[in-house]
């Protein structure tokens, strides 16, 4: 190639990455907030903005709860509630990782498409947009929703930027009343709202990487314990679920493709987990090579509950595509989970034929259980993101439905029977905790969403143990035994939201009516 040529080639081949660089600058997941439209109104009152500048906020208000992993139906409830204080309607059609909503105020109409590059679970996220949603009703003359102390809204929402801890802001604000703050007297504008979103939307995980690691070690543990393993299967599941969550947590910090990471952190959570208990075997516990199935539970960290549940819920209210969507996502997080785990078996010739008897007193082992469950809760909320009150209310839920289930399990009771009591329990306690606050029987700064309790609490129910053996025995070639443990899978899967559903029908007649 000629000196001319080669600098010909070099010139096109430039243009063409800073055209690609162009494109991209104009590929985003939302109509910018700097379009003409939104802009002249941006200081307007909102009530007096246009329809665009309107539509803006209640889209943008769908798009953050959609992200923090609340179901379709919850998405909407919550787009219709700041619809209102502004005399509009909307109607949207939400699914995993887009919505599409079209708003009216009776003259004109406009419609959104806002999508995600991803999806994922952040239940601090959810509890705040619901106390932003009381605020903004309250700035615009409309009584609270969600909470019924809505100085407590006011003051979170209007110290957030100055911490980072808003459950204990929550906390003094219910503390002291209504002297922390007084809502303003000036009209509420499009530019104040789009701030408080965006403080919503730039808040930093609550924990770090090593917490995150360490809550993932302790809920795996815990999870071992519940599924009938010992002391050296627990220690094995809590090494390799921390050492697996943290590398996951710093690939996803990098946005890496969410299924590569699973592949990657379940890969090395098996690893680390069958090197532990091989490093015990051969220097100073012998019996610890005979752990064969420990490595299935350091994996359990990466189970996906919460989009199972509120698929499971969304096609309850006959929500077929998002419920859909859901439901296929969580079985792609499954598939390339468990397609990891075998690979890891094959490599290192793993047979995992189940955990031996515990063999413990019936008191002691329903003591444990209830520790256990507590830990477990606890661990998988942290995972998403829950501030520490909220995963220990979580936490007590668990200790008292899982115990439950176990015990059911044990006088014979089946094992999906006892799954549906349990999360039907566990919705019903959620939602009893919710109207006690709301009544003044327990502090109001403890009112969180139901979802954010009743979820996390079920997910240690999800029977992860046999998705893992059943892919294992697919790999074997062993159809039989890969479809009876899928089955096992399968009916504990079904029956888990089904009993949460059931709690939603019982205390809630949005559920129990078509409406």
Same mark, same amino acid.
């Given at each position: 190639?000629?000196?001319?040529?080669?600098?010909?080639?070099?010139?096109?081949?430039?243009?063409?990455?800073?055209?690609?660089?162009?494109?991209?600058?104009?590929?985003?997941?939302?109509?910018?907030?700097?379009?003409?439209?939104?802009?002249?109104? $941006?200081?307007?009152?909102?009530?007096?903005?246009?329809?665009?500048?309107?539509?803006?906020?209640?889209?943008?208000?769908?798009?953050?709860?959609?992200?923090?992993?609340?179901?379709?139906?919850?998405?909407?409830?919550?787009?219709?509630?700041?619809?209102?204080?502004?005399?509009?309607?909307?109607?949207?059609?939400?699914?995993?990782?887009?919505?599409?909503?079209?708003?009216?105020?009776?003259?004109?109409?406009?419609?959104?498409?806002?999508?995600?590059?991803?999806?994922?679970?952040?239940?601090?996220?959810?509890?705040?947009?619901?106390?932003?949603?009381?605020?903004?009703?309250?700035?615009?003359?409309?009584?609270?929703?969600?909470?019924?102390?809505?100085?407590?809204?006011?003051?979170?929402?209007?110290?957030?930027?100055?911490?980072?801890?808003?459950?204990?802001?929550?906390?003094?604000?219910?503390?002291?009343?209504?002297?922390?703050?007084?809502?303003?007297?000036?009209?509420?504008?499009?530019?104040?709202?789009?701030?408080?979103?965006?403080?919503?939307?730039?808040?930093?995980?609550?924990?770090?990487?090593?917490?995150?690691?360490?809550?993932?070690?302790?809920?795996?543990?815990?999870?071992?314990?519940?599924?009938?393993?010992?002391?050296?299967?627990?220690?094995?599941?809590?090494?390799?679920?921390?050492?697996?969550?943290?590398?996951?947590?710093?690939?996803?910090?990098?946005?890496?493709?969410?299924?590569?990471?699973?592949?990657?952190?379940?890969?090395?959570?098996?690893?680390?987990?069958?090197?532990?208990?091989?490093?015990?075997?051969?220097?100073?516990?012998?019996?610890?090579?005979?752990?064969?199935?420990?490595?299935?539970?350091?994996?359990?960290?990466?189970?996906?509950?919460?989009?199972?549940?509120?698929?499971?819920?969304?096609?309850?209210?006959?929500?077929?595509?998002?419920?859909?969507?859901?439901?296929?996502?969580?079985?792609?997080?499954?598939?390339?989970?468990?397609?990891?785990?075998?690979?890891?078996?094959?490599?290192?010739?793993?047979?995992?034929?189940?955990?031996?008897?515990?063999?413990?007193?019936?008191?002691?082992?329903?003591?444990?259980?209830?520790?256990?469950?507590?830990?477990?809760? $606890?661990?998988?909320?942290?995972?998403?993101?829950?501030?520490?009150?909220?995963?220990?209310?979580?936490?007590?839920?668990?200790?008292?439905?899982?115990?439950?289930?176990?015990?059911?399990?044990?006088?014979?009771?089946?094992?999906?029977?006892?799954?549906?009591?349990?999360?039907?329990?566990?919705?019903?306690?959620?939602?009893?905790?919710?109207?006690?606050?709301?009544?003044?029987?327990?502090?109001?700064?403890?009112?969180?969403?139901?979802?954010?309790?009743?979820?996390?609490?079920?997910?240690?129910?999800?029977?992860?143990?046999?998705?893992?053996?059943?892919?294992?025995?697919?790999?074997?070639?062993?159809?039989?035994?890969?479809?009876?443990?899928?089955?096992?899978?399968?009916?504990?899967?079904?029956?888990?939201?089904?009993?949460?559903?059931?709690?939603?029908?019982?205390?809630?007649?949005? $559920?129990?009516?078509?409406?």
């Amino acid at each position: 190639m000629s000196i001319s040529a080669n600098f010909r080639h070099n010139s096109v081949y430039t243009e063409l990455k800073k055209n690609q660089q162009a494109v991209r600058q104009f590929h985003t997941h939302d109509i910018p907030l700097d379009m003409e439209d939104i802009e002249r109104d $941006w200081n307007s009152p909102v009530r007096e903005a246009g329809i665009a500048a309107k539509s803006s906020i209640i889209v943008r208000v769908g798009m953050l709860a959609l992200s923090a992993g609340s179901s379709g139906f919850h998405v909407r409830d919550m787009m219709h509630s700041m619809a209102y204080p502004l005399h509009m309607h909307v109607r949207a059609d939400v699914n995993l990782t887009d919505i599409e909503a079209t708003c009216t105020d009776g003259k004109e109409r406009i419609t959104e498409v806002i999508n995600l590059p991803s999806t994922g679970v952040n239940t601090e996220r959810i509890w705040l947009l619901e106390h932003f949603i009381d605020w903004f009703n309250m700035r615009l003359g409309v009584g609270t929703i969600y909470h019924s102390q809505g100085h407590i809204s006011n003051t979170i929402i209007n110290e957030l930027a100055t911490t980072d801890n808003a459950a204990k802001l929550s906390a003094q604000a219910a503390k002291h009343g209504t002297r922390i703050h007084m809502p303003s007297e000036k009209p509420l504008t499009v530019a104040e709202v789009h701030h408080h979103l965006d403080l919503l939307e730039r808040r930093k995980p609550l924990y770090t990487p090593w917490f995150s690691a360490l809550a993932s070690a302790v809920a795996c543990a815990c999870f071992v314990f519940l599924l009938g393993g010992a002391l050296f299967d627990m220690l094995g599941a809590f090494v390799g679920a921390g050492l697996g969550q943290y590398v996951r947590r710093k690939l996803m910090g990098r946005h890496i493709n969410q299924f590569v990471v699973v592949f990657i952190a379940v890969s090395i959570a098996a690893l680390a987990c069958t090197g532990l208990l091989q490093l015990a075997g051969h220097t100073f516990y012998p019996p610890a090579l005979l752990h064969s199935t420990a490595y299935i539970g350091s994996m359990l960290f990466v189970v996906p509950g919460f989009p199972m549940i509120t698929g499971g819920m969304d096609l309850a209210k006959v929500d077929v595509q998002s419920g859909v969507q859901r439901i296929m996502y969580v079985l792609t997080i499954i598939l390339m989970a468990t397609l990891a785990g075998w690979m890891v078996a094959e490599i290192i010739q793993l047979n995992p034929q189940g955990f031996e008897p515990q063999g413990l007193n019936p008191v002691v082992l329903c003591l444990l259980r209830m520790a256990c469950a507590f830990g477990g809760v $606890w661990g998988f909320s942290v995972l998403f993101n829950s501030p520490q009150r909220m995963c220990c209310i979580a936490g007590l839920i668990g200790l008292i439905t899982d115990t439950l289930r176990l015990e059911f399990v044990d006088v014979g009771l089946p094992m999906e029977f006892g799954a549906f009591l349990a999360a039907l329990l566990a919705g019903l306690l959620a939602s009893a905790w919710r109207s006690l606050v709301r009544h003044g029987k327990l502090p109001s700064h403890l009112g969180y969403p139901r979802i954010c309790l009743s979820v996390p609490s079920i997910v240690i129910m999800v029977p992860g143990l046999y998705m893992y053996r059943s892919m294992y025995y697919l790999g074997q070639l062993n159809t039989l035994g890969a479809l009876d443990w899928g089955f096992k899978a399968f009916m504990v899967v079904v029956c888990l939201p089904l009993g949460l559903i059931m709690a939603r029908v019982i205390t809630d007649r949005s $559920w129990r009516h078509d409406e």
